[in-house]
């Protein structure tokens, strides 16, 4: 499966920014998908994760009710809009695909798509 996210950019803290992931190659609509971020100098954390159907979510205590993860399976899209956002939000933003349902650590996703770098400023 290819994913790739798209949508960071730079938003001053407070802002907010959609993220999409778009994925390709396999029967999306039966893919466990997740997001995870990692900022400079630091490893790679679970941010966000949506069950195949949408049904389902688990986030990161850090982005509670500030992030939510959607999907689109007709578009093949899984989406991360986020709200009230922090100077610590800065990251790469990483979407990947779990066989595991609601999975939350690097080890249990697949395939991994390219990062979109999502800067917030202070």
């Known amino acids: 499966v290819q994913l790739q996210a798209s949508g960071g950019g730079l938003v001053q803290a407070g802002g907010s920014l959609i993220l999409s992931c778009a994925a390709s190659?396999?029967?999306?609509?039966?893919?466990?998908m997740g997001w995870f971020r990692q900022a400079p100098g630091k490893e790679r954390e679970f941010v966000a994760a949506?069950?195949?159907?949408?049904?389902?979510?688990r986030y990161a205590d850090s982005v509670k009710g500030r992030f939510t993860v959607s999907r689109n399976n007709a578009k093949n899209t899984v989406f991360l809009q986020m709200n009230s956002l922090k100077p610590e939000d800065t990251a790469v933003y990483y979407c990947?695909?779990?066989?595991?349902?609601?999975?939350?650590?690097?080890?249990?996703?697949?395939?991994w798509g390219h990062g979109t770098l999502v800067t917030v400023s202070s």
């Open positions: 990947a695909n779990s066989r595991r349902l609601l999975a939350t650590t690097l080890y249990e996703y697949d395939y």
């Open positions: 190659g396999r029967t999306f609509s039966s893919l466990n």
């Open positions: 949506i069950s195949w159907s949408g049904g389902s979510t």
